[in-house]
């Protein structure tokens, strides 16, 4: 054999191995063999090809190019395998460069070329420079080549410009399945979801095969759309046409059945798929965390523990943690708390989130603050979840802090304003009120509706009817919260008049009443005294379909007790009591209240006898009962009574008083030295009580 037939057959057998070749270091291993073989005068460009592309593959774009500037001979076939390899890199800008340097040496762009610069411009995002690209495919007579039109639909696609990517698609006499993905997956990028099935439809009647991928972008705006009907059709026509159902493709399925609610066909598909990624997973867990099945979630995930190699990832202990909130936070919070910590997503603002959410539901404030100063970046969610936490559990102080601090460090979006506002409300915070509505109008969020609820609610609470009555006039067309906050703001000021008018503006909008706007009528109605206009609305309420509450039964035995209607309100609390089939303590002792101020001794000893059957020690209802009994002369009974109240160990609440400062609001209760100024405090005051002291030559 000569020396040239040798050479020959080494490059035959390296272009083989250079075809198989997947790792960078056996790409540099055969790269060596073949300059120790072959000389570099025996060196085919072929061969020479075959060793750009096989580090272009292996990622090594930088010895690719080295390759490259070493042949002694290029081809169109070597500057396309360098394009192609800078496509795809970061470093994309080099194909235009590579461009010029092929123009120089008199090759012209072919098909391949377009295809990459094309990909190329996709990462730029420049629009000018993709329709400068057309036009010289246009000008080359390149728009035949089915991979150049291909290319051409993923580049508008990109840039948005979809009607280009419409025209360039009905230009094609003949589309293959990689163009309708293009022309699908480019709508579905771009939120046209309903597009996107269209043109599925489209390719469907067209006797175009779908591929898995495919099936797997239909599924997916499926899910997103809630479409379960066209997403069992999908499924069908997968098992028909007997397409291999792949990784992406399961999970698509899965995430379908998850969003349309179909748990039991989610369980089917996740069973069948051998080796579940997390994904996979994520998407189970996130299915029974929607039907809100917060054991069975957690079985899931301890399922997973055993049987799967794979480590949970920040959303799936977001999933889990979200799901059991409700629980105690002792037997699933806590526990979930520890193995985030040892996974080391302790400092994961999305799970910090869950975390906060889930210790605020068991009334954990102290642990909910602890992640506040451990996590480093805080979000607008991580913030919101604080101040609603703060604000649910009545603490509207810290509530007003964290959006202090949240506006600080990020924009703060409407929800917050909201939730903030509700906080000065409950405190009666009219000062801070007044700042955080001048951050909503700053931040454009004061025409939102909920904002608008908020700020009503606030200076209603504070007292300042005008300016909650201003910024109702200001909405154009309020929705129920803004009138039900009005409504709430004239029940609490005596103002009846005002407050019905308002309910026959929510009639006149053709806007439903709900339990909140029922409610408010009747508590104004009990402010009032109006006892036939409370009869009227509480009819009103029951003719309209709503079942009434506790709060709207109270508001009505209070109306008809302190009217004196006592056999009445003695019905309205029996109706009660056989309707949610529970004995309204509360109630029974209101009226009990009232048949002793009315000296109502006949209905007020039915009342008496019920709530000593009921057996709860309650000292507010034994002091009752010793009055009452002490009206009827009863005072064997009163004793009785009287003993009972000395064995309750139970002691009343302390009182909380306050004061609002440009600083904050200060809280003070009797015997509370938590204050950290309590020291400074208590010296001013001893020097306001010697101040107050008269001298004793005055006391004659």
């Known amino acids: 054999m000569s020396s040239s037939q040798e050479a020959i057959a ?3 057998v390296f272009i083989k191995k250079c075809s198989s070749v997947k790792t960078l270091k056996k790409a540099r291993q055969i790269h060596a063999q073949v300059i ?19 580090y272009s593959r292996c990622g090594s774009v930088v010895e690719a190019h080295q390759v490259f500037d070493e042949m002694p001979q290029r081809s169109i076939v070597s500057y396309n395998a360098l394009i192609a390899a800078y496509s795809h890199s970061s470093n994309a800008y080099m194909v235009f460069e590579l461009l010029t340097r092929m123009n ?57 410009d979809l009607e280009s990517s419409k025209n360039v698609f009905s230009s094609m ?36 095969l779908p591929t898995s991928f495919t099936y797997s972008m239909v ?36 995430n379908m059945y998850s969003s349309c609610g179909d748990t039991e066909m989610e369980t089917k598909v996740f069973k069948q798929i051998k080796n579940p990624d997390l994904v996979s997973w994520n998407s189970m867990l996130s299915a029974l965390a929607g039907k809100k099945d917060a054991e069975k979630c957690v079985e899931m995930f301890i399922h997973l523990r055993k049987v799967s190699l794979i480590k949970p990832d920040h959303y799936t202990f977001a999933i889990v943690i979200s799901a059991t909130r409700s629980l105690p936070a002792c037997s699933c919070g806590r526990p979930l708390h520890c193995q985030v910590i040892k996974s080391g997503f302790d400092v994961s603002v999305y799970v910090g989130s869950t975390l906060v959410s889930m210790y605020f539901e068991n009334g954990d404030c102290e642990s909910a ?25 009545g603490d509207g102080e810290n509530a007003i802090r964290c959006f202090r601090e949240m506006s600080q460090e990020h924009k703060i979006d409407s929800f917050a304003v909201s939730i903030a506002l509700s906080a000065c409300a409950d405190l009666a915070a009219s000062k801070q009120g007044d700042m955080i509505h001048c951050q909503a109008v700053k931040c454009g969020y004061d025409l939102e509706m909920n904002v608008c609820g908020s700020l009503i609610d606030m200076y209603a609470k504070s007292g300042d009817l005008k300016s909650a009555e201003l910024i109702l006039s200001n909405i154009k067309t309020p929705d129920l919260k803004c009138w039900n906050s009005m409504l709430l703001a004239y029940g609490h000021h005596g103002k009846a008049e005002s407050a019905f008018r308002i309910f026959d503006e929510i009639v006149k909008h053709g806007l439903i009443p709900d339990d909140v706007t029922y409610l408010s009528m009747l508590a104004t109605c009990n402010h009032c005294g109006l006892v036939d206009k409370g009869k009227f609305i509480w009819s009103y309420m029951k003719q309209n379909g709503l079942v009434p509450g ?9 109306l008809l007790s302190r009217a004196g209607l006592l056999t009445e309100a003695e019905a309205t609390i029996m109706d009660l009591d056989s309707t949610s089939r529970t004995f309204s303590f509360e109630l029974w002792r209101t009226l009990l209240s009232s048949c002793v101020d009315k000296r109502n001794l006949e209905v007020g000893n039915r009342v008496a006898e019920r709530i000593v059957n009921a057996n709860k020690e309650d000292s507010a209802a034994y002091v009752l009962l010793t009055n009452f009994y002490a009206l009827m002369d009863r005072w064997d009974d009163v004793s009785k009574m009287r003993r009972k109240i000395r064995g ?12 609002e400062l440009v600083s904050g609001a200060h809280v003070f209760s009797s015997g509370d030295k938590t204050h950290p100024e309590v020291d400074e405090l208590q010296t001013e005051l001893l020097s306001l009580q010697q101040n107050l002291m008269k001298p004793e030559e005055d006391s004659f």
């Open 36 to 54: 120790t073989s072959i000389p570099a005068g025996g060196r085919s460009p072929y061969l020479n090809n075959n060793i750009l592309s096989m």
């Open 173 to 208: 006499v003949w589309k293959d399945a990689m163009a309708w993905n293009s022309i699908i997956v480019g709508h579905m990028k771009n939120d046209k979801m309903m597009q996107g099935l269209c043109f599925y439809g489209g390719m469907v009647k067209a006797g175009a």
């Open 648 to 659: 309750l160990v139970g002691e009343k609440d302390a009182g909380l008083s306050w004061i």
């Open 369 to 393: 603050q602890k992640l506040l100063t451990l996590i480093p970046s805080k979000d607008v969610v991580f913030w919101t979840e604080m101040i609603t936490g703060y604000a649910r559990m």
């Open 104 to 160: 120089r040496e008199g090759f012209t762009p072919n098909g391949p070329t377009f295809t990459s610069l094309l990909q190329a411009s996709c990462y730029y995002g420049d629009v000018t420079l993709g329709s400068s690209l057309h036009a010289q495919i246009v000008k080359l007579d390149f728009m035949s080549d089915t991979l150049v039109q291909t290319s051409l639909l993923g580049m508008y696609s990109e840039y948005g």
């Open 219 to 254: 599924l997916t705006a499926c899910s997103k759309l809630h479409q379960h009907d066209i997403g069992q059709v999908t499924h069908a026509r997968v098992i028909v046409s007997g397409t291999p159902t792949d990784l992406p493709l399961q999970n698509a399925l899965l």
């Open 550 to 558: 506790s709060k709207h039964y109270s508001c009505l035995v209070n």
């Open 10 to 12: 080494l490059a035959t």
